[in-house]
């Protein structure tokens, strides 16, 4: 009775089936991944702050560090600040401005202090004397993120991106004594008397553009499709079964009308 379900015709669908089953899973299992990654970030950014030297140390990756909001304490290295330009906020075209902090422990930490609309506004002076700095250790910023146009020569003093090697070739900071990130500052204290705009971690570092609950339903949507598949392949064979049975079931009633009538010798 089974027997055709193993004909080539129907291996085809079985292949079918099964490997839209499978894609549904891995997509389903892949969109549930981003929402742990993505739910988990925002978990991340939203703990209290720590020392910075609890999670990250010079000329190593992030790691768990990542996302976390830190508080470094030290001295800003005036002499070595720099501009990032090409960077929005608000709307409106300018730099961010960038400047090594030496910590207590002698560890450099690049910290974003903010964005200013001109190279020479007065909010780029560095405060001078010890600082406690607060803000988001963000993981350093690859040739993606420059927004200068391709060959465009950068003035002395600028970079076009926020990573260790950036400050090195620029004479700032040796890649092995700097984090190897970024600080995107949030409060400082004592505070200047005039400082860079503030930036929001969302928009310099955004987790991801849509809700991570709409990954939440993505997942939920692609295990659907795949039950969906499932009972879609079982009402196909189902059906294929009953077609089957009621055909052999046709042939032996027109195998019981054309048989001969047997004969009754008289008495």
């Known amino acids: 009775m089974y027997r055709f379900l193993l004909t080539p015709r129907w291996l085809l669908l079985h292949a079918v089936a099964v490997a839209g089953l499978v894609g549904c899973l891995v997509l389903g299992w892949w969109q549930f991944n981003v ?3 993505s739910q988990g970030r925002h978990n991340t950014r939203d703990r209290d702050p720590v020392p910075v030297a609890e999670v990250a140390r010079a000329g190593a990756e992030l790691g768990a560090g990542a996302d976390r909001q830190a508080v470094a304490e030290g001295v800003y290295l005036a002499d070595q600040q720099l501009l990032v330009p090409g960077r929005i906020h608000d709307n409106t075209l300018g730099s961010f401005v960038l400047t090594p902090l030496r910590t207590d422990d002698g ?11 001109e190279p020479d506004d007065p909010a780029t002076e560095v405060p001078s004397g010890p600082v406690t700095v607060t803000g988001f250790l963000l993981p350093p910023e690859t040739p993606d993120h420059a927004t200068v146009r391709t060959g465009q020569v950068l003035d ?6 926020v990573a260790p090697d950036q400050l090195e070739q620029r004479g700032a900071v040796p890649a092995a004594d700097a984090l190897h990130g970024y600080l995107l500052l949030q409060d400082e204290s004592p505070q200047p008397p005039a400082a860079p705009a503030t930036l929001d971690v969302d928009a310099v570092a955004p987790i ?5 609950w709409q990954n939440l ?15 879609f392949w079982v009402s196909i064979v189902r059906s294929a ?6 055909e052999t079931d ?3 009633a027109d195998d ?6 047997p004969s009754h010798a008289p008495s």
């Open 107 to 117: 560890m450099v930490v690049p910290v974003v202090r903010g964005w200013v609309f």
């Open 256 to 261: 019981d009308v054309s048989a001969p009538a």
């Open 241 to 246: 079964v009953r077609t089957r049975r009621a």
């Open 35 to 37: 929402y742990e990654d």
């Open 250 to 252: 046709a042939d032996a």
């Open 217 to 231: 339903s993505y997942w939920a949507q692609w295990w659907v499709f795949a039950i969906a598949a499932i009972v």
């Open 208 to 212: 991801r553009d849509v809700s991570p």
């Open 156 to 161: 002395p003093g600028q970079v076009a991106y």
